[in-house]
């Protein structure tokens, strides 16, 4: 079955540094999307991203963060100058259509960013 | 916010039936999804609802009360590899995006 493939599985930085998180969604999927889950938190919609560009984001998603599909494969989330609170679990995750029975959102493993 | 209530822990025995109820505000939904979460795992897809009633799907069925704001997951023949958070979330608010709860962790003992 297709899945969604993360790289890194960790990440750990300095804080103020910036970091790259890439993703690589279905090959078939239009829409993608960034959650975070804080650890021992829920998880967070951060953005939404069709047709590229942003379709909708979350009021974490401030001017820190940028997403990107540099290609036709690639989708990453970039953060610059990491914060002690961005440490957690990043996920993507894509979708053939808008959320629903037949366009389930599908998940990756996720990047466990740790800011030192 | 979408106001999204579910219990924080649930225990039951293995081969018992367990239901985990979900609550949410009503305004402006689009939806109601349960995925499951095994820990430091991604969210697996379960359920979707958008119409009132039951949705079955093997082991495991979702019911919906658009009225009432109300969901529950039904989990049969528990096995003890449903140990795991199972997190409702729903879209709304104008937007199909799912918004997730805390999710329920579950608990399954021999």
């Known amino acids: 079955e297709p899945e969604v493939t993360q790289t890194p599985s960790h990440q750990v930085t300095q804080m103020g540094q910036e970091v790259i998180l890439r993703c690589v969604p279905i090959s078939n999927h239009l829409y993608f999307y960034w959650y975070r889950q804080i650890l021992g938190q829920k998880v967070e919609f951060l953005v939404s991203?069709?047709?590229?560009?942003?379709?909708?984001k979350s009021e974490i998603f401030d001017d820190q963060f940028s997403v990107e599909r540099p290609d036709g494969s690639n989708f990453t989330l970039k953060i610059r100058s990491t914060k002690l609170e961005d440490s957690a679990m990043y996920f993507c995750a894509s979708s053939d259509n808008r959320p629903s029975y037949n366009s389930p959102l599908h998940f990756g493993n996720g990047t466990r960013l740790t800011v030192t | 916010g979408q106001n999204i209530d579910q219990p924080t822990e649930m225990t039951a025995t293995e081969g018992a039936i367990v239901q985990i109820n979900c609550t949410y505000q009503?305004?402006?939904?689009?939806?109601l999804f349960w995925y499951q979460q095994h820990a430091g795992e991604a969210p697996t897809f379960l359920s979707y609802n958008v119409l009132d009633g039951l949705e079955e799907k093997g082991r495991f069925s979702s019911f919906l009360s658009r009225s009432k704001g109300y969901s529950y997951l039904l989990l049969k023949e528990l096995q003890m590899k449903d140990s795991a958070s199972y997190l409702c979330?729903?879209?709304?608010?104008?937007?199909?995006?799912?918004?997730f709860g805390r999710g329920t962790s579950l608990i399954v003992h021999p």
């Open positions: 009503t305004s402006g939904f689009n939806g």
């Open positions: 979330a729903r879209g709304g608010g104008g937007s199909y995006i799912p918004t």
């Open positions: 991203f069709y047709n590229n560009e942003i379709s909708e």
